[in-house]
């Protein structure tokens, strides 16, 4: 059986590269053309129509046309073959004029490059922010689950403080910033052993001042920009707009199949769509003004808690700790493996200042400051929160499908030949961009299991060199993404191959009635299913907590970072604490 099937599929590949050869039988035009080295398409459709104007009235020269073997059947389809392409067109390609691609890359691609301006950038060093921005061009599956993993830990923790003080409000709200202080300071969880000190002795006025005093502290150094966020937002997807009325627009130019890089471009601002969720999750998160300045208020207030004669025998917050966890699963079992690194920071206030001054700025881009890199993301289990599994699915649903796959489809329907749906050279670059994704996702877990079981002595070594070999793998992801849409932009695919897209045959002639009005729905409907897809899972991570009311279950929104307060908070915080 196996032989028969091996023959069948060697006499199907034989049948298909004879007809491949057969198509690209050369052109020998009847009549000299004046054509140049580098293709010049416009000048080609007149050319065509020239030689169809000829063969209407001619019935010798169409013989001799549809003997040349310059068209693809009769000459007055004006379908030529790809060698015929190469004859009458040229033979290279031809880039855009600069002043189209500059108006294209300004108009459209500028609007997202200000939308990821608007991520979290720690006040670390300078080549923070570089990472941050190649963070999220190189892997943005993995940014938006570590996104995703500290926006919903910060959640937890506010409901958390929300059960043990059900009915103290303002007081859950307090105590929750401190316990995402603790969380973005190194991944620590302290929540339990504050519910431990609360059951052993309630919480007195001075203690509840003193905590509300560091919430005030900590909310006050938080920088937040949810309405800019949205305006840029809103700018990317007017710039979808704007791109999809100005290639419809084109139905008035004859030479619509000529310029088709205006079509394209839409399929670009496509996957320029993952920097949407990423913005709006890190305006969610915000992030502190200045490094230090969460530790010291946070040092403050444990100092200013222990001087308290309250006789506690359980403080009400451990000591300020890294907590790193080197292992690539999702949850660290603390029977097989240590996860934490007992690198204390509240020891004196001598020690505090020594760390702030020296340890923690150089290691705070890779021990919890960057929302966007977190190696390990473990996640307590809360019946009301999602699992890691479902945030990981969220994030390769926002890239594939609401970025890379509407991308892909607006490529593969906008062809110059006789196919109407087909890869080509662009559709190939954006599976190609999807595939580097998945890639750079994957080779993540391997640099993970790799260095965990090196030789390095301490869990920060490992991480160090994880931050340092994710920021060299993704630098080089983001040159080659960054590099493949610059060719589509200046016209490297703008050849007789790239429009022949495989299927050896070339269309210059104008679009159809029905060819025109299905362009016009797919250009059209495409992108917006994208962008929905994209918007959809923005709302339903708004939206996904559910709170029982009787036999219902109603929706009700979790909100962002407790570090994160409105005016209103922060002023209420401010008189309580004045009085």
Request: net charge positive; glycine share 4%.
């Amino acid at each position: 059986m196996a032989p028969i099937i091996s023959s069948r599929a060697f006499l199907t590949c034989l049948s298909l590269l004879f007809q491949c050869v057969q198509a690209q039988k050369g052109c020998d035009p009847p009549t000299p053309l004046n054509v140049t080295y580098k293709p010049d398409f416009a000048a080609c459709l007149a050319t065509v129509n020239q030689i169809i104007n000829t063969t209407f009235i001619d019935q010798a020269k169409l013989n001799q046309w549809n003997e040349s073997g310059c068209f693809d059947g009769d000459p007055t389809n004006g379908i030529l073959s790809l060698s015929g392409c190469y004859h009458i067109c040229g033979k290279t390609y031809g880039l855009w004029p600069w002043k189209d691609t500059f108006g294209r890359l300004s108009l459209w691609i500028l609007p997202a490059i200000i939308l990821i301006s608007h991520l979290s950038f720690p006040p670390l060093c300078w080549y923070n922010y570089v990472f941050v921005i190649l963070r999220a061009i190189g892997n943005p599956i993995d940014s938006l689950q570590s996104l995703l993993t500290r926006l919903e830990t910060h959640r937890r923790l506010r409901r958390v403080a929300k059960s043990t003080f059900s009915r103290e409000l303002q007081v859950s709200e307090q105590v929750a910033t401190v316990f995402a202080a603790y969380e973005e300071l190194g991944w620590q969880d302290v929540s339990e052993h504050f519910k431990k000190s609360c059951q052993a002795k309630e919480l007195d006025e001075q203690e509840i001042r003193i905590i509300r005093q560091a919430s005030y502290e900590l909310s006050s150094m938080r920088l937040a920009s949810m309405p800019s966020t949205l305006v840029a937002i809103m700018t990317l997807v007017g710039t979808l707009a704007t791109a999809i009325i100005r290639t419809i627009k084109q139905v008035e130019l004859e030479n619509t199949r000529v310029s088709n890089e205006t079509a394209h471009t839409i399929a670009v601002v496509c996957i320029l769509f993952v920097s949407i969720p990423q913005a709006w999750l890190s305006s969610r998160l915000g992030t502190f003004t200045t490094v230090s300045s969460a530790i010291i208020a946070m040092n403050t207030m444990n100092r200013r808690l222990r001087c308290i004669e309250n006789k506690r025998k359980i403080r009400l917050f451990p000591r300020l700790q890294l907590t790193s966890c080197p292992l690539p699963t999702p949850t660290c079992h603390p029977r097989l493996f240590p996860c934490l690194l007992q690198l204390n920071l509240a020891d004196s206030e001598e020690h505090s200042a020594n760390i702030c001054r020296q340890s923690w700025p150089k290691m705070a881009s890779y021990l919890g400051m960057n929302s966007s890199w977190r190696p390990c993301k473990h996640m307590h289990v809360d019946p009301r929160g999602p699992r890691p599994y479902q945030l990981l699915f969220i994030s390769f649903v926002w890239v594939a499908f609401g970025a890379c796959t509407p991308a892909i489809f607006l490529s593969v329907t906008n062809r110059a030949n006789k196919i109407p749906v087909g890869p080509g050279c662009r559709s190939l670059t954006w599976m190609g961009i999807l595939g580097v994704w998945i890639l750079s996702f994957l080779c993540d877990h391997v640099l993970q299991w790799y260095l965990y079981y090196s030789a390095l002595p301490k869990p920060t070594d490992k991480l160090r060199w994880l931050w340092r070999c994710s920021l060299v793998k993704d630098g080089a992801v983001t040159s080659g993404i960054i590099a493949a849409i610059l060719a589509v932009q200046v016209g490297r695919y703008n050849s007789c191959w790239c429009r022949a897209s495989f299927a050896l045959t070339v269309t210059l002639v104008p679009y159809t009635a029905t060819q025109w009005k299905a362009a016009q729905v797919l250009w059209a409907a495409i992108p917006s299913c994208g962008l929905i897809i994209i918007l959809g899972l923005v709302l339903f991570v708004e939206w996904w907590g559910t709170k029982p009311e009787g036999s219902f279950v109603r929706v009700s929104s979790e909100y962002g970072s407790p570090l994160c307060k409105s005016g209103e908070q922060t002023r209420k915080e401010s008189n309580l604490l004045a009085w």
